[in-house]
């Protein structure tokens, strides 16, 4: 081609054009990991440009193509040139020693004939949603092609080589030449394509990329800069859909799905996807199902209204750096329309995009990036607009957002997110709202029998929670029966406006499978391997770390092969023990052989499969087989981890310390903790061509241990001692009511446990009424781990409740972390009052807060003798007692410090800063013995969330 005199003017002048747009018609972007620039000169042939940067130095491409337009049968005419610096041959040597330079062109789609977004791996988002409208995450990291062992391929798939021939004197680099006469399959699948061009060096018959790591694979984010591709302009390609229609590549309107309110957490997940995308596009944040955003109105206090940005973000952009597509932040156009609680519609206007902010265009305008919110309540808005690349193909967005601007209210409930249920269950458990009020309740449950949208079931219900928070059958609430095999997903939303008008809003799903107990498969973790063997339990003498030179030693442990099987693993707060909750199957008539590869970090046989070995990320028209997996770890309090997956994912594990959780509510900066227990759930949904869906359920257990241990390692149930919650050990653990849990007169009590690890131990729950009387329930905890009386007690009298409970296992005993000797206190209040009778009060804002090293004095008023108190904080109980009540008034000191000493996982300081730092989650019931005047006796609560140093008083 020959259109630049040397090297160094050649890669100026691409650097030049790709920073400024400047120079014979090239366009280009210049950042970080991309840089690439398109022209038609005077040989007729349409030039795109590319290069990147390695440690040894940089290389950069010329490619020149025959036409951008491509038709079925048509031959393409691909002429490459790379511009290799002698730098990057000697840094490979003496390693590798260079013989060839070698070159992978493949064909990804980028937009299929309906414009719909196509990109090759699913990470933290996916454009595959189950009939739940969950997003689909797996897919491949690099170059999609079945050479080299890989699984997929593309419609175009070229592999070159040419020798390495000696640099000329005059310059530091050699120009290699690769000539390609490519077809367009006669079958090709209509839509928008860019060519992914991957360059290597071939050594004693291995390929490596140009960085000296495996070829045409995505490097670590450790490994960089270590560059070795780049995709080209877009190639428009008209062909035949399945059905046999012809699609004019010409007329595809591409469409990018925009993201708004995406750099705002809301309870562990952000962003708001276009209703009108959600059928081909969802967001998978890892930490919680996605659910409706909610934003607080003020910032502080209740003083300061917060300010939120309404431009949109292009989330598929982030996957890979360089799969973006280039996008110019001065070509576009952004419309906003807000309509507001009150149905009134705020025209914000229409504006170009006039820069970068953030790495995202932005409009510039305060209209849109500093919004204001009016007032509380639920809004809609609606964008339209535009962006375009730096070639100037144009891409559609926008459409209607919904989301909500109020205080967040949390949810307590025994389902989990993720969890299985065998047929003949019944979705629908209590619920408990904190902080603790009446709130209107709304639950919309549905099941797919065989996954299938036609056959979806719907029950919904609606009521209002008790004084307390609680929303069980008393109150309105409702189950649906699980009676097919399928998938299940329910919405729960809840609302309250509190004693000073502000809304407080909550918006809980769920989602998993429902399998049959003689399914044809069962679901299963993963092996560890142990001294070269796979095995299904054992002990590593393992564990990770990172040296003092900074490097690495990773420990990743997957989720136990064996259902109910414990895995313990450490917490050192470096980040390098990672817990990794990928699902695989077996059937149960012809077992399968277990293959190394699934040993492989996102790696399973839940997988898809298409009729023509396409990527079925890119081409998901042509799936046949398909099936994908649930799996969450819920511990005490929030969510850990909530995923969708097939094979292919991404790094989904998660470092057990330190760790955020994506900002959920009642987690720490620290992570877990030594004696954080979690619950390893999931289940598998198998859909093969002409046979029935199959699914299963899995469940497992997985305890932290304290830090250098050296020995992270999968155990049977009841194998060893484990640590607890409380700092105590024991073989199992008991989680069942909360102290503090209030209930009306009337309320039928059933007594519950979670069996930690999953073992059929003998509960025994006993109940002391106000009155004296006592009802004991006894039972062996079942295959989910879980215990339930068989009789339900009426709470007929108001007062204080003492339970106690117990488990037995072979001798061994478990406890509820800790449990006072006595037992706990559950109080039960008058379902009917009278008017003005008198009431437990506090004397408190309805929200403050108080410093992270300090103590809260906490005052009140009561006309009873004492008020009984009860402190949890998820899993585990904190304190409870009695206070005095001195000439109507109280005390109560709640002192961070002092939990701390008897919770292991309530934490007052960062354990990487050493400073003070309190954000874990305790709820704080008090409860009295009030008289009025008349001298008739009513009993009264109070319940006080404490998220960190924020105390919320509502009622």
Not at 67 to 84: E, F, H, R
Not at 247 to 273: C, E, F, Q, T
Request: one cysteine or more; proline letters at 7%.
């Amino acid at each position: 081609m020959g259109r630049f005199d040397g090297g160094i003017s050649r890669r100026r002048f691409i650097k030049s054009a790709a920073l400024t747009g400047a120079g014979v018609a090239v366009f280009g972007l210049e950042s970080c990991t991309q840089n690439l620039g398109v022209d038609q000169p005077e040989d007729g042939l349409f030039h795109f440009f590319g290069y990147g940067t390695t440690s040894a130095g940089e290389w950069d491409a010329e490619v020149a193509v025959d036409a951008l337009s491509w038709q079925p049968g048509a031959q393409i005419c691909l002429d490459v040139s790379l511009y290799l610096s002698n730098s990057i041959v000697q840094k490979l040597a003496p390693k590798i020693i260079v013989e060839q330079v070698c070159l992978l062109v493949t064909a990804e789609r980028a937009f299929d004939a309906d414009g719909i977004h196509r990109f090759p791996s699913h990470e933290r988002m996916s454009s595959y949603i189950t009939p739940t409208g969950l997003a689909v995450e797996g897919g491949i990291q690099g170059a999609v092609t079945r050479r080299f062992g890989g699984r997929y391929q593309t419609p175009l798939d070229e592999f070159l080589t040419a020798p390495l021939e000696a640099p000329p004197t005059a310059s530091d680099e050699r120009r290699i030449v690769f000539k390609l006469l490519p077809t367009v399959p006669a079958e090709v699948p209509p839509g928008i394509y860019r060519l992914r061009l991957d360059f290597g060096v071939v050594a004693k018959g291995k390929n490596y990329s140009l960085a000296g790591l495996a070829f045409a694979q995505r490097p670590a984010a450790s490994a960089m800069p270590a560059e070795s591709h780049f995709y080209s302009c877009p190639f428009k390609v008209s062909g035949r859909r399945p059905d046999g229609r012809f699609i004019d590549a010409s007329a595809i309107k591409p469409r990018l799905p925009w993201v708004i309110l995406s750099g705002y957490g809301s309870n562990g997940y952000s962003g708001v996807v276009a209703e009108e995308d959600k059928d081909s596009f969802a967001l998978s944040p890892r930490n919680i199902i996605p659910d409706d955003v909610i934003l607080p109105l003020y910032s502080d206090d209740n003083k300061t209204k917060a300010v939120y940005s309404l431009e949109p973000r292009f989330l598929t952009q982030t996957i890979e750096a360089r799969n973006a597509i280039p996008l110019d932040h001065t070509r576009g156009e952004l419309s906003v329309k807000v309509i507001g609680p009150d149905g009134h519609t705020d025209d914000l206007g229409r504006f170009p995009f006039t820069a970068l902010s953030g790495g995202w265009p932005t409009t510039s305008n305060p209209a849109v990036t500093a919004w204001k919110p009016p007032a509380y309540g639920e809004y809609t808005v609606n964008v339209a607009g535009y962006v375009e690349d730096i070639w100037g193909n144009r891409y559609e967005g926008g459409g209607s957002y919904r989301f909500a601007i109020a205080k967040r209210m949390t949810l307590a409930t025994a389902t989990f997110q993720g969890a299985a249920f065998q047929v003949g269950g019944k979705y629908g458990r209590d619920l408990g709202f904190a902080p603790a009020v009446p709130a209107d309740v709304f639950v919309a449950a549905d099941l797919y029998p065989d996954s299938d949208p036609g056959k979806k079931k719907t029950l919904t219900f609606s009521g209002r929670a008790s004084p307390s928070g609680v929303f069980g059958a008393a109150q309105g609430a409702m189950q649906l029966a699980l009676d097919s095999p399928g998938e299940y997903f329910a919405h729960i939303k809840a609302r309250y406006i509190d004693q000073d008008g502000h809304l407080w809003l909550c918006s809980v799903r769920h989602a998993g499978v429902v399998y049959p107990p003689d399914s044809s498969i069962v679901a299963h973790g993963k092996k560890l391997t142990i001294g070269g063997k796979y095995v299904d339990r054992g002990e590593t003498k393992f564990e990770g770390y990172v040296d003092a030179s900074g490097e690495n030693h990773l420990a990743h442990l997957n989720y136990p092969y064996n259902n109910g099987d414990v895995l313990l693993i450490g917490s050192e707060q470096q980040g390098a023990n990672k817990i990794e909750p990928v699902l695989t199957y077996d059937f149960k008539a012809a077992p399968l052989a277990y293959e190394a590869r699934w040993q492989n970090i996102g790696v399973t046989n839940v997988s898809f499969k298409t009729s023509n070995n396409y990527s079925p990320q890119l081409f998901p028209e042509f799936i046949t087989d398909r099936a994908y997996f649930y799996a969450g770890a819920p511990r005490p309090g929030f969510m850990s981890r909530f995923i969708v997956g097939s094979d292919g994912l991404k790094a989904p594990y998660w470092p057990v310390s330190p760790n955020s959780f994506g900002g959920q509510i009642n987690a720490s900066s620290n992570g877990d903790l030594p004696g954080t227990i979690y619950r390893l759930i999931g289940g598998v949904a198998l859909f093969q061509k002409d046979q029935a869906p199959a699914y299963a359920g899995y469940l497992a257990s997985s305890f932290v241990m304290s830090g250098k241990t050296n020995n992270n390692r999968v155990i049977a149930p009841g194998a060893e001692e484990l640590l607890g919650a409380d700092g105590t050990k024991a073989r199992l653990f008991l989680v069942s009511i909360r102290p503090g849990m209030t209930y009306e007169t009337g309320a039928a009590f059933v007594p519950v446990a979670q069996i930690d690890p999953v073992l059929p131990a003998v509960v025994t729950f006993k109940l002391t009424y106000p009155d004296g009387r006592v009802f004991t329930a006894q039972g062996t905890g079942d295959s989910g781990g879980s215990f339930a009386g068989k009789d339900r007690w009426t709470l007929d009298v108001p007062g204080v409740y003492l339970y106690t409970i117990e488990a037995d296992w072979q001798g061994n005993k478990g406890h509820m972390p800790g449990m006072p000797p006595e037992g706990g206190k559950i109080f039960v209040i008058e379902r009917s009052r009278l008017p003005q009778s008198p009431e437990l009060s506090l004397v408190i804002k309805e929200q403050t807060t108080f410093s992270q090293s300090g103590t809260l004095t906490i005052n009140g008023q009561s006309t009873g003798d004492e008020v009984h108190y009860a402190a949890v904080t998820p899993g585990a109980i904190t304190s409870q007692g009695v206070i005095p009540v001195k000439n109507g008034k109280f005390s109560f000191v709640f002192d961070p410090a002092a939990v701390a000493r008897s919770s292991a996982f309530y934490e007052v300081k960062n354990l990487r800063t050493n400073q003070p730092e309190v954000k874990r989650v305790i709820h704080l019931t008090l409860f009295s013995r009030e008289r009025a005047e008349s001298g008739q006796v009513y009993h009264s609560f109070v319940r006080l969330i404490i998220r960190g140093t924020t105390v919320l008083y509502t009622y």
